[in-house]
Each structure stands twice: as C-alpha cells, then as structure tokens.
C-alpha cells in the first residue's frame, strides 16, 4: 500500500521550501483575519455558542492538512451546513442546552465517519447524485432562509422559524418591538459591508494601491465591522441599553470532548448526519477542483471524502461542529498565495492564539454584527439568474432545481435536498426510458451516416439503419422494442434493418431480452436484424448468449461496412427537411 495515497502530506512535504513557507504563512494570516468573524457568526447560526465556531476552526484545519489532496482548501464551519445542523439538532434538543451541544458534536462524529468510510469505500461517485442544477436551488433557497433568519438580529426581536414562511411571519409579527440601537448597529454594519464589497477594492485601486493588497484589505472588511462596534458597544456601554452581545467566551484551547454513544440520538440523527456529508462533501469537491484546474493541479475525490472526514471527527472530540470546505475562505487563500495545505495549518495555529488572546474582547460584539456579517456573505450566494438559464436550456432540469427550492423555503433544508434528489432521478429515469434514435443515412461520398430528418443523405428503401444514442437497460427496452416495430410497420419493403450501437455503452439483462424478442418478431416479418459499431466490453458479453447465437444477420465493425454489404442499386437521396419538420422516430 503506498502510503501517499492516504497521507497525502507526503506528497508535497519534502518539498517544501523557505519561499513557499513565506507564501502559505501570509495566507494565514490573511485568512485568520477573515476566518474570526465567520466562525463566530456561523457557530450563532448553528445555534451554538461562538467560541464552538472557533473550536471548529483549529484541529479539523490540522488534520485536513494530513489528509486532504486540495493545496489551498479552507476547511471550517460554512452557512449551509451551520444551518442544516441547526435544522437537524434542534430537532432532538432545546437550542442553548447542553443537550444541543452534545448533539452537534454528536451529529460531526457521524458525519466524519460517513465520510471517512465513504472515502475508504471509494465511493465519491455518489456525490454525483446531486445535479448542479439542484445544488444551485438549494444554495439558493438556504441563502434566502438564512438572510432572513438573521433579520431578527439586526432587528434585535426574538422570531424564531425554521424555513422561510416562518421566519417572515415571526418578524411580521414583531415589527412593534424593534430595539433602534440594534436596528442601528445592524443597518449600518449591513451598510459598510455591502459598500466594501462592491466599491472598496476599485476606490483603493483608484488611490494606487496595488490590485492585490486592494483586493485582500476588502476581504478583511467585516473584521473590521467587528474591531469598530465591538469597541463602541464597550466605549458606549450599549450591551447595558438592550444590545444583544456575545457575552463571555471562554479563554483557551478547544477541550478535548467526547461525544455520545446513544443509540436513539444516532438514529434520529443520521438522516441528517448523511445529508450534511453529501452536500458539504460536493461544496468542497466543487470548490478545490475549480481552483486546483487554476494551477493545472488535481484533487482525489475519494481522499477529499477522508480529509473531510477526519476533520469532522476532529472537531468532534475537540468541541466543534461540522465542517466542510468552505468557498469564500478558500478563494481568499487561494488569491493570497497558499501553496500548500500547511497554509490551513498555520490558519489553525492564528485562531488558535485568537482563542487564547482575544475572547475577553469578544464579549461586546454585537450579535446584530454577526448577524449583518451572515447576511453579506450569504446572498452572494442566491443565484435567482440560475433559474432562467436552466429554464432556457433544460426544462426539466430547471423543474428539479425550481421543487428544490420552492420545498427548501417551504418545508426546511432537509426536505428541499431529498425532493431535489428524488426529482432528478425521476426525470433521469424518464429521460433514459425514451432514449434518442435516428434513422440514418449515408452523406454521398463519404463513410459517415447522419439523421435523415437533419442532412442530405443516400437511403435504401430495403435498408434501414437506427442509429440509437443510449445505453440499453430495464427502462428504456420496451421503448426500442415499439420504435424498432414501429419503423418495420412504417416500411414494408424493408429487408434488412441495423442497430448503430456506438453510442451503446452497455446492456443489461431486461434489454438483452429485448434485443432477443426484436431479433425474433423481425425475423417473422421477414427482416433481417444486424447490429455495427458495437463496442468491446459489450461484445465481450454479448458473444456469450443465445442473443448472437441466434441473430438472424451479421455484427459489422462500421456502419459503412454493413451499407457496403447491405444496401442494392435501389438508392436514393433524402432531401434535407424545413426547420419545423420533426422526426416520426425521434425526439429532436
């Protein structure tokens, strides 16, 4: 076993170098200066103390560093898992008990070990079962469930809810007990932060500051959101009008921690704990391969699945939540320069000094900042535009996304994935069981075969060739049965028809039966059935069975081969049809 594969540190450690120490250890930094407010703000809307956000933040980034594959991955708590696990945990304990906090911890330990095993099994393909389009809808609603969940703490009311209608209802009937020192922390900080992020960077560039320090100052906004009304709450004594603060957090390290062993707690949380594996697992996949193709450099899907893994159960026994990577951080680490997965580790080492240094001044942030803070960061996450490019290139696609948004905001995140997921496959099912063909045709003087219905083309009318564009299995066999009848119908002076399979990657024992009743009903009618281009793995498993045994024509290596043995001196040329016309045979 090559020990590389599953501690990829191996891999660049060697390596490293005082120039690339110099690289990751400014990334750090930049990163800390970013990572402090977000993991307050994300722990809060987990429902769990701040200092919870901090403890995630420290020992899953050292153990991604043993075990991820990405070089510059920012691993901590991101608002999409922050609030499926305030949707999943409050569920089994009243938030701000003890209770809720053992079971987040509990509900990281499962999700580590989901992934962990998931990894171990290789089993990353499985993430493919989430569609972008239904990713985007649920990102999407969550952002907008999020936002205004947080509307509560810029407003200083107490509006709890779960999904969107419940959220609003709960402000609407609070509008007459707004806090204005809150409202006015809140709206200005909300203010600054919009501002920052859409004109600080150009202003600073526009005054000569080079791009880059432009770019990693504008990143570093809502720290300083934080710094300012941090120190104006003390300086005005706020916390004592009303202001809703962070209040004492305790100074140190994350405790070691264990988590339960109950089995009715596991069992109630494990739906949860696999949908919060799943989707955070394809965030982070999505993220570190986009930024990895950057630097022409690669991530193993299967060796992400336990770098993510072990970092949740790090955050697990050390006072955490769940985690997974996250994109904004991982964008600023990856423009700051990061060269290497040492940069989460010094990432790790900052907040950890934040931890021991800086809690006695955390006490006076404002939980309107914080709230502010969640809000900015989220709707650039609220892609409303996705909707009608889906729409435009893919009904049913956008139907997926548009039911995993609409059951999102209705009922809650849980219920918004599965309805995604499930509709998906329905459509998926439905769109293979009507897989694609075409009669085609020879293009004069050449050995290739298009649509008839789409090119100009030489026909036979004894020879028919069914070009069909899917694989064959239990959904979709019935279909070629009826479409192949169908064109034998059509055609009575047909002699020969073939099946171009080169687009067929593989058949299974329902469709292996159809071709054998095809083969049979064909050769009642007096039609000779022959197959071409079929490809080698599923040859090799045809050549085995009564199906090729008993096949009334030939297997040829090309489609021209069969028309050079097929087709008479009876041939004609197709005219090529007017935009509207449609193919009896085919979809498009």
């Not at 509307?151 to 200083?156: A, F, I, K, R, V």
């Not at 320069?337 to 790790?348: K, L, N, R």
């Not at 290139?393 to 309805?419: Q, W």
């Not at 064959?472 to 099946?499: G, I, Q, S």
């Amino acid at each position: 076993m090559n020990p590389k594969r599953f501690l990829p540190i191996l891999q660049w450690l060697p390596g490293y170098g005082r120039v690339t120490l110099a690289s990751d250890l400014l990334a750090a930094v930049i990163v800390t200066i970013m990572l402090i407010p977000q993991s307050l703000a994300y722990a809060m809307l987990a429902g769990l103390p701040p200092q919870v956000g901090l403890y995630a933040s420290i020992a899953p980034l050292l153990v991604y560093a043993l075990f991820g594959t990405s070089r510059t991955l920012a691993v901590g708590p991101v608002a999409v898992v922050s609030l499926m696990t305030a949707a999943a945990v409050s569920q089994v304990a009243p938030q701000g008990s003890p209770e809720y906090l053992a079971a987040a911890l509990v509900l990281a330990l499962m999700s580590g070990l989901i992934l962990t095993l998931m990894g171990l099994a290789r089993l990353g393909f499985l993430a493919n079962f989430l569609s972008h389009p239904v990713i985007s809808g649920f990102i999407t609603a969550t952002g907008l469930i999020i936002a205004a969940g947080q509307l509560q703490h810029l407003l200083g009311v107490d509006a709890g809810g779960q999904h969107l209608l419940e959220a609003l209802a709960g402000l609407v009937g609070q509008l007459g007990s707004v806090h204005p020192p809150t409202l006015l922390i809140g709206a200005a900080v909300l203010v600054f932060l919009c501002a920052a992020r859409r004109w600080l960077r150009p202003t600073l560039v526009a005054l000569g500051m080079a791009p880059r320090p432009a770019d990693m100052l504008t990143k570093a906004a809502p720290l300083l959101a934080v710094a300012l009304t941090t120190l104006a709450t003390w300086g005005l004594g706020l916390d004592q009008r009303g202001v809703a603060v962070v209040g004492a957090v305790p100074v140190g390290l994350p405790p070691l921690t264990l988590p339960g062993f109950d089995s009715d707690l596991w069992g109630q949380l494990m739906v949860a704990a696999l949908l919060i594996s799943v989707v955070g697992f394809v965030e982070s996949v999505s993220v570190g391969q986009t930024l990895a193709a950057k630097r022409r450099q690669r991530i193993d899907p299967d060796q992400e699945l336990i770098g993510l893994g072990t970092s949740n159960i790090a955050a697990s026994f050390t006072g955490g939540m769940p985690v997974t990577g996250g994109f904004a951080r991982s964008v600023v680490n990856f423009d700051a320069g990061a060269e290497t997965p040492a940069a989460g580790a010094f990432t790790a080492l900052g907040i950890g000094l934040a931890a021991l240094l800086l809690t006695p001044l955390i006490a006076y942030l404002p939980i309107a900042t914080l709230a502010a803070t969640i809000i900015v960061a989220v709707l650039t996450l609220v892609d409303v535009a996705a909707i009608k490019r889906t729409w435009d290139y893919s009904r049913s696609d956008a139907t997926a996304m548009l039911a995993t948004i609409a059951v999102t905001l209705g009922h809650g995140v849980e219920s918004g994935i599965l309805a995604g997921v499930g509709l998906s496959l329905v459509l998926h099912l439905y769109r293979s069981s009507r897989p694609h063909s075409a009669v085609v045709g020879r293009m004069p003087g050449t050995e290739h075969f298009r649509n008839v219905q789409r090119h100009r083309v030489e026909t036979d009318a004894r020879l028919a060739i069914l070009r069909v564009d899917e694989s064959l299995y239990f959904a979709n066999a019935r279909y070629l049965e009826d479409t192949v009848m169908a064109l034998a119908v059509r055609r009575p002076e047909l002699e020969h028809l073939v099946l171009a399979c080169q687009a067929v990657n593989g058949i299974d024992a329902s469709a292996l039966e159809s071709l054998e009743a095809i083969n049979a009903r064909l050769q009642d009618a007096g039609v000779t059935l022959h197959l071409s281009e079929v490809k080698g793995p599923v040859m090799d498993r045809l050549k085995h069975t009564a199906f090729c045994r008993e096949l009334s024509g030939e297997v040829f290596l090309s489609t021209f081969d069969a028309w050079r043995a097929l087709h008479g001196d009876a041939v004609s040329v197709t005219r090529q049809p007017a935009a509207n016309e449609a193919s009896p045979l085919t979809e498009r």
